[in-house]
């Protein structure tokens, strides 16, 4: 595997995991929510989601890693295109000199 894909496929991992991470603590949180207010005595949805509510902090987090983990797919796949076309010679430039005598 060539080492500037491994680096970006590390990268894109971590990313994954991160988001992982941050949705499952979100649906546990919305989990923990609904166990505390039954469907009948659910609050005004938007007291849940207001600023500076564990909710909403989760929700942002996990939207952040998520527009991370898309930043890392598309550095990856740029990768993949510029080694694709190192290798396949394209955009190589050869010089050829000539001296007439």
Do not use: W
């Not at 590390?10 to 991160?18: A, G, K, M, V």
């Not at 991370?68 to 955009?91: D, P, T």
């Amino acid at each position: 595997m060539h080492e500037d894909l491994e680096a970006y496929r590390r990268l894109l991992s971590i990313t994954y995991r991160r988001y992982i991470e941050a949705d499952i603590l979100l649906a546990e949180a919305l989990n923990d929510m609904q166990a505390y207010f039954p469907a009948e005595r659910m609050p005004y949805r938007g007291t849940i989601g207001a600023p500076g509510s564990r909710v909403r902090r989760l929700r942002e987090r996990r939207d952040q890693a998520l527009l991370r983990l898309q930043s890392s797919y598309a550095k990856l796949k740029i990768a993949k295109g510029r080694v694709e076309h190192r290798r396949s010679g394209q955009g190589r430039v050869f010089s050829l000199c000539f001296h007439s005598e």
